[in-house]
């Protein structure tokens, strides 16, 4: 289980000299708006991610006043201490300087929630494939090289079909073809793996929440055409040159796995036919699967929830917060109403936060 048992913050937007110490289970802080609450969710996934789900621009994460912003946080097994300027990083876990920030996000896993990152469900292509490819990340590792070689090699073949490099395509397309069916075949067994857990334990929190019996599906689809077995390299080597003209005259390869692409289903009916509140809870609904596989693997990832009850009504709030109990995770959420549904069976720490001070209650 990750915790966080002591976090400090500073100089990141409005939070400055904070230091806080979070209870291993709910950690809830109350504000009125605009006095720190999503910035001190950002700061967190900050830490996990060295990137903010907010913005690119690191000046705008910078306290108005400063420079640069620290963010430190001791778990039961790391120190972390990240800080950053606008053109300088510096990112060290447990005094050692680290070089590679993939590394971070196993050190410090991180699930968030929250409205400023998306809904999965009816989402973006891009926002589905950055929830997929967390989960895949996590329960192996090993397939970040995979998209970080997939991202070169994509851009060497738009150079080439861009400049009409014939010559060399053949060898980038069998490199691609290689990657492009180990990074599908990664998404298919996590994807199966989703699913298997959802039909055993998840479908009696989806009937409680919905009043109802209600089938949650979801179909994966790869990026490539539906000709292509995905994870055979050599079917997408076969499609690559056998369109090699093609490509040629479109200029850039407009399939892969840059352009895979997740449906969701409730009772059949496709995503976009939902309503709103529908389209949030599965959302959530799919999250809770997502943390729910990494803690079976023994991860437990830390969970922050933004704005809870402008996300949620009263009812489904003490269900997801009783299921997160259950689970033993780490939360850190937000709310402007001091008065959440809190289950008795949990332990929650309660902080509030005013001007950017963060004070327990
Ligand atoms: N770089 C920065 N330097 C100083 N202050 C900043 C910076 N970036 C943002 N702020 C300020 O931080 C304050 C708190 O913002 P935040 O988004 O955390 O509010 P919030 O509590 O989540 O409010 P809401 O309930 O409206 O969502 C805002 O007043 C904002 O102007
Ligand atoms: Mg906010």
């Known amino acids: 289980m990750t915790v966080i048992n002591k976090l400090f913050i500073n100089q990141f937007r409005n939070l400055n000299n904070q230091l806080i110490k979070p209870g291993k289970n709910i950690n809830l802080f109350i504000a009125d708006n605009a006095q720190g609450k999503t910035n001190l969710i950002e700061a967190i996934y900050y830490l996990g991610h060295n990137r903010s789900f907010k913005t690119k621009i690191i000046k705008e994460l910078i306290n108005i006043d400063n420079d640069n912003f620290q963010l430190n946080a001791i778990t039961d097994t790391h120190k972390i201490k990240l800080e950053k300027y606008r053109k300088k990083t510096i990112i060290n876990i447990n005094q050692q300087r680290l070089k590679n920030t993939s590394e971070l996000a196993q050190i410090l896993p991180i699930q968030i929630i929250t409205p400023d990152k998306g809904f999965i469900v009816n989402g973006t292509p891009k926002n589905k494939r950055s929830y997929l490819d967390w989960g895949v990340f996590h329960v192996k590792p090993t397939i970040s090289s995979y998209f970080k070689n997939y991202n070169k090699t994509l851009k060497n073949i738009n ?76 079917s997408i080597y076969q499609y690559l040159t056998q369109n090699k003209t093609f490509l ?56 922050l929830i933004d704005d809870i009850s402008s996300e949620l009504d009263e009812k489904k709030i003490k269900i997801i917060l009783h299921y997160l109990n259950t689970l033993n995770v780490q939360i850190f959420m937000t709310n402007i109403n001091p008065n959440l549904p809190l289950n008795k069976d949990g332990n929650t720490n309660i902080f509030h936060i005013n001007k950017g001070v963060i004070t327990p209650l």
Do not use: M
């Open 248 to 303: 040629l005259k479109t200029k850039y390869l407009n399939y892969g796995p840059h352009k895979a692409n997740i449906k969701f289903f409730l009772n059949s009916k496709e995503e976009f036919f939902l309503s709103r509140g529908q389209q949030k809870t599965l959302s959530i609904v799919f999250w809770l699967t997502q943390i729910l596989i990494l803690v079976k693997s023994g991860t437990n990832p830390i969970v």
């Open 159 to 234: 150079l080439l079909l861009l400049s009409n490099k014939v010559q060399e395509l053949n060898f980038w397309f069998l490199e691609i073809a290689k990657i492009s069916a180990k990074i599908n075949q990664a998404r298919v067994d996590y994807t199966n793996q989703l699913k298997k857990i959802h039909s055993n334990e998840i479908l009696p929190l989806l009937s409680e929440l919905f009043n109802s019996v209600k089938i949650f599906d979801y179909q994966l689809k790869s990026g490539w055409p539906k000709e292509v077995n995905a994870s055979d390299y050599q």
